[in-house]
C-alpha cells in the first residue's frame, strides 16, 4: 500500500505538467480575430426604408442599388446635364455613406474625358444631389460603417 501512495503521489505532481497550457496574449487573440475578419464585405449592406421589408441579403443590396440609381437619375433629369453635354450618355458616380447616415456623391470621369468641363459637371452633381430619403448606414460586426460604390448613372437626353 505504501508503494501505490507513492506513485500515485509521484502521478499527481508529474501530472500536472500536462495541465498547463499556453495561454495567448491578448496582441495574440486579437490578431488572430482580426485576421479572421473579412474586411471587404459587410454584414448588412445600407439601406432605404422601400427596401428595409426584403429578408435576403442580395436582393436588398439590389433594391437599395436600384432605388439610389434612380433617385439620382430623377434629380439629374431635371438639370442642363444632357443639353449642355449631349454625348454623355452615362456618369459613373461614386457614394459614400457614413455610419452616420450622411452621404457624398463624387462624380468620377475616365482618363480621357477631356472633352468635358470636368469641375462644372462635378459643380452640377453637387447642386442637384442634395435631399435623399434618410440611408441607414451598412453594418459589421453591430456597428455601423463608411461604406463606397459606384453606380453608373444614365443621363436621358430631354424630349
Known amino acids: 500500500m ?24 491578448e496582441k495574440e487573440l486579437l490578431q488572430k480575430e482580426l485576421r479572421s475578419i473579412n474586411w471587404k464585405e459587410v454584414d448588412e449592406y445600407p439601406t432605404v426604408a422601400e427596401c428595409e421589408t426584403i429578408n435576403d441579403k442580395k436582393l436588398r443590396q439590389k ?54 468641363d470636368t469641375i462644372r459637371i462635378d459643380s452640377i452633381l453637387h447642386a442637384r444631389l442634395v435631399d435623399f430619403p434618410k440611408v441607414n448606414p451598412a453594418i459589421k460586426r453591430g456597428l455601423p460603417v463608411k461604406t463606397q460604390f459606384t453606380l453608373p448613372v444614365i443621363i436621358k437626353a430631354k424630349e
Open 2 to 25: 505504501k508503494q501505490f501512495s507513492f506513485f500515485i503521489f509521484l502521478l499527481f505532481f508529474n501530472s500536472c505538467q500536462y495541465f498547463e497550457k499556453k495561454v495567448p496574449s
Open 63 to 116: 433594391c437599395f442599388f436600384d432605388v439610389m440609381s434612380q433617385l439620382i437619375q430623377e434629380k439629374l433629369n431635371v438639370d442642363s446635364l444632357s443639353i449642355l453635354y449631349p454625348d454623355l450618355d452615362t456618369i459613373q458616380v461614386k457614394v459614400t455613406v457614413f455610419p452616420n447616415s450622411k452621404m457624398k456623391f463624387e462624380p468620377e470621369f475616365r482618363k480621357d474625358s477631356v472633352a468635358y
